[in-house]
């Protein structure tokens, strides 16, 4: 059987953090087992759908790397949903039902009054032809709501273990409203089906809607005649102090992200590792996340989003990318000094474009800060000639034995006079990228 899962986002929006994690771990589940990772457009919503956001989905995805097999776009797909609706109609499974909404909330709030579970009543079933067509001469449309067997439903799911739902406790679903549009479930169960989907994969907050679908997979058996796909419900995000996610971190869009300069394989090895006993650190490659992929490693408590421990995590992959991998964006924003100045400065870079600052400290002109003139002075005097690779440790030793300062007192100074900061990058390396005649220009002030 070859795997095939799947990724449904509505671009009724940007994508986030936390709808990206479900992709993620498809496309990662997908890689290892050689199989099959969909993107499937959630589009049946016409009104809220845009192009600009389905663009922006595949942009963002296609930047993280998790590039798919197939596409669809459920929008073109409602003859198909239509075929399965007509097929549950003639089965008995599918009927109409003609409440208002305010009427459902009046018989909910009743029925919560009396101490009722607020399940639908299923009064849509015993309408006769005649008070249909009553209603329909009222103006009123149907909504058609599937009939639920009524019965434990269960699955082994690859996270969670053994689950069952009692559909006897809710209501029989709406999958079709009143102007004829499909809601996700229908289309999401026939998508599965018609497409082959082998296992769904997604957040615990789709455990109840498990048992609904369950109901449909076998009621649309003799339409798809397919295996029941394997489910996995993963556990929800939740904040670093374990509260549920601010509107700032869950609503954070992956272009936001890409905008603020965070690295792609630092985002999906985040969320790949979070929630899992892996230690969390930046993956070498996708390739190797997917490798590590394994659901037995994911725990049953929400997954802690840290957006510390993401810029940890981002400064990791920066100081373990390669000058080779580098050159191409360190040409874009003119800040190619070649491979000793990248190997010098990346283990002090939170974003790569933070390596523009240290181009301008070694080739362009700064602000020395010096505070003590005649200690500038004493180390230009001793400033060697000919100023090579190695030179650094014989000119600050001099300059110690000098003025007697040493440690910070002695470092310091250096530092801020050559580059106008307070911290950095080894001093060895980055005073021989900058060279004798600007240093000697800094001391001078």
């Known amino acids: 059987m070859t795997v095939k899962v799947r990724f449904a986002p509505s671009p009724t929006g940007r994508i986030h953090a936390g709808n990206v994690r479900a992709a993620l771990i498809n496309w990662l589940f997908a890689h290892k087992n050689q199989g099959v990772f969909v993107l499937r457009i959630d589009d049946t919503d016409l009104e809220r759908s845009t192009k600009e956001n389905e663009d922006l989905i595949e942009t963002d995805l296609k930047w993280l790397g998790l590039e798919w097999q197939e596409r ?20 008995g499974r599918l009927y109409a ?29 015993a309408l006769t032809d005649a008070e249909k067509a ?14 639920l067997d009524g019965k434990r439903v269960s699955w082994e799911d690859l996270v969670r ?5 009692d559909t006897t406790s809710m209501s029989d679903p709406v999958l079709i409203r009143e102007d004829g549009a499909f809601l996700y479930t229908l289309p999401s169960v026939v998508d599965d089906m018609d497409m082959k989907i082998t296992h769904v994969i997604r957040g615990e907050d789709h455990v109840a809607n498990t048992g609904t679908q369950l109901e449909i997979f076998e009621a649309l058996q003799g339409l798809f005649p397919v295996g029941l796909p394997v489910f996995a419900h993963m556990p929800l995000l939740v904040g670093a102090d374990g509260e549920g996610l601010s509107k700032r971190l869950g609503s954070m869009s992956i272009s936001q992200m890409r905008e603020d300069g965070l690295e792609p394989l ?18 070498p490659s996708l390739v190797a996340l997917a490798d590590g992929q394994d659901f037995s490693k994911m725990g049953r408590a929400p997954a802690r989003y840290d957006f510390d421990d993401l810029m940890r995590l981002n400064a990791g992959v920066l100081q373990a990318m390669s000058y080779t991998d580098a050159k191409p964006r360190l040409a874009a924003i003119d800040a190619d000094l ?15 474009a933070e390596v523009k600052a240290w181009a301008q400290i070694i080739s362009g002109d700064i602000t020395p800060r010096i505070e003590d003139p005649a200690f500038a002075a004493k180390a230009l005097e001793l400033l060697p000639a000919d100023y ?50 600007k240093i000697a220009q800094r001391l001078k002030g």
């Not at 985040?270 to 993956?283: F, Q």
């Not at 030793?397 to 300062?405: C, L, M, P, S, W």
């Not at 980055?430 to 004798?436: A, D, K, Q």
Request: one cysteine or more.
């Open 97 to 125: 039902c003609y409440e208002t909404a305010e009427e459902l909330d009046r018989r909910r709030k009743v029925q919560l009054s009396r101490g009722l579970p607020p399940v639908y009543d299923r009064a849509g079933l």
């Open 161 to 165: 273990g053994h689950c069952e739902v």
């Open 266 to 283: 630092a985002i999906t090895s985040h969320l790949a590792k979070i929630g899992t006993s892996d230690p969390l650190e930046a993956a």
């Open 338 to 352: 070649g491979e000793l100045f990248w190997d010098t400065v990346k283990m002090n870079l939170h974003r790569f």
């Open 388 to 437: 090579g690779r190695d030179s650094w440790q014989a000119w600050s030793g001099a300059i110690k034995e000098a003025t007697g300062a040493k440690g910070k007192a002695l470092f310091m100074p250096l530092r801020q006079a050559l580059t106008g900061m307070d911290h950095g990058p080894d001093m060895g390396a980055l005073s021989f990228l900058i060279g004798r005649e």
């Open 72 to 91: 669809y776009n459920q929008s073109k797909r409602f003859d198909i949903y239509q075929a399965a609706a007509d097929a549950l109609k003639a089965a």
């Open 134 to 147: 009553a209603f329909e001469a009222e103006g009123r449309k149907p909504h058609w709501r599937f009939k």
